[in-house]
């Protein structure tokens, strides 16, 4: 089964990813009409497809470079790359992971990269390093941008213990103060993060890492699942990223815990928390409890960080919840949601701005798992992992979509699978957030399909 049932937990985690470079979102700008598709590049096209296998989230910098990671194959023991696309064209190798025999350099990459103010990237991997269990990691390059040097920032599950108490298995990128509005990482700030197990009661972490002497550490600002016992009422496993608004204050979302249940005996239906610091001590508010209407009609189990817009308001995608799905191949299950939560303490209010599945055989798509986008008019773009009515990936749920939500309307972009039947050389599986560049082109990742997966763009 796929995303959104009982998928496996490395599919799962293929979707923990909170985009990054989704921030600045409020600063872009783009016309809603019909967008013409394009495959940038299509992975396993070298051979024993040394350019990797299933990519994931993009980075877009202020040069119109993307840069971006597969989760698979490479150069050296098939555990991931790092690439980039210059000018959104020329396909590069910057990082093939697992060079050392132990994979103490990382693998698996699957979350969005930062770059700092010098063209460093930062990133984490979920598994690799010196404990098997994750790192964060700096890329550099040398002047000329010829080649890059990997240094391992910081091991998880440092402290050891039966649940890492430290946190184990980033399952999004990194960020930091400023990121929401496209400002670059200075190179000495904190970064923050989030582990998907790990911490006090393996459910997961809030952390951060601060440059230092002789190197980097860590600190965990948030263990989840410390409160309301095995019920976990402040929130279990967070697959997002996390956003850090002007004031420093932290917001995210977890896949699982809180105080209402997509259904009987599972883990929770998730929430959307916030921390702040009183300079000292961190305290998490739920700030959202998801399912809380009948039939969660309001979205359950989000999988994706959050973006906040100028006012401050927030908004985010959950994976379930919303409308049932009319793909045959996905009927009993409920196909998600877009909502906007506007943040107040435990008097936060949610609306939901869409609920997928809305058209036959879910043609605008069924269970986004990547954050948004968005304009500087207030429209919306993201993905949908599944549904769009091209019906011949393995799975017959769809190939997903891209879309745009503007005012109430959503228009899909793109319906993956379209091309190549059950070849899909279109790609499909859309697993991440789009990045748009200054003319308005979006970019994107679909996790498979054509050779292992394609680099999109869609241009209006």
Known sequence: MRFGFQAPALILLRTAIAAMSATAAFALSANASAYT???????????????????????????????????????????????????????KILYGFCAHNDCSDGKQPFAPLIEDTAG?????????????????????????????????LYNFCSQGGSGCTNGNGPSSGLTHA?????????????LYGI???????????????????????????????????????????PRGGLL??????????TNEGGANHLSDGDSGAGTAFELISDGHIWTET????FCAAANCK????????????????LYGTTSQGGRACTNPASVGATCGVIFKLVPNGTASQETVLYRFCRRDDCGDGAFPAASLLMDSSGNLFGTAYAGGGHDAEPDGMGGGVAFELSGSHLHVLHAFCAQGGSACTDGYEPLTNLVMDSSGNLFGTAFAGAGEGTVFKLTP
């Open 37 to 91: 598709f394009k495959t940038v590049h299509s992975f396993c096209s070298l051979n024993n497809c040394k350019d990797g296998v299933g990519p994931g989230g993009l980075l877009l910098d202020q040069s119109g470079n993307l840069y971006g990671v597969a989760e698979e194959a490479g150069p050296h023991h098939g555990h991931g790359v790092i690439f980039e696309l210059v000018q959104g064209k020329k396909f």
């Open 120 to 152: 460093n990237l930062y990133g984490t991997t979920p598994s690799g390093g010196a404990h098997g269990l994750g790192v964060a990691f700096e890329l550099s390059p040398n002047a000329d941008r010829s080649v890059w040097t990997l240094q391992v």
């Open 178 to 190: 400023g990121a929401q509005t496209g400002v670059a990482y200075d190179g000495v700030s904190p």
């Open 195 to 237: 582990t998907l197990v790990g911490g006090s009661a393996n459910k997961g972490t809030v952390f951060q890492l601060t440059p230092g002497q002789p190197g980097w550490f860590e600190t965990v600002l948030y263990d989840f699942c410390s409160q309301g016992g095995a019920a976990c009422t402040d929130g279990a496993l």
């Open 244 to 253: 850090v608004d002007p004031a420093g204050n932290l917001f995210g979302t």
């Open 286 to 289: 739920v700030l959202y409890n």
């Open 298 to 313: 309001d979205g359950g189990a989000p999988a994706a960080a959050l973006i906040q817009d100028a006012s401050g308001n």
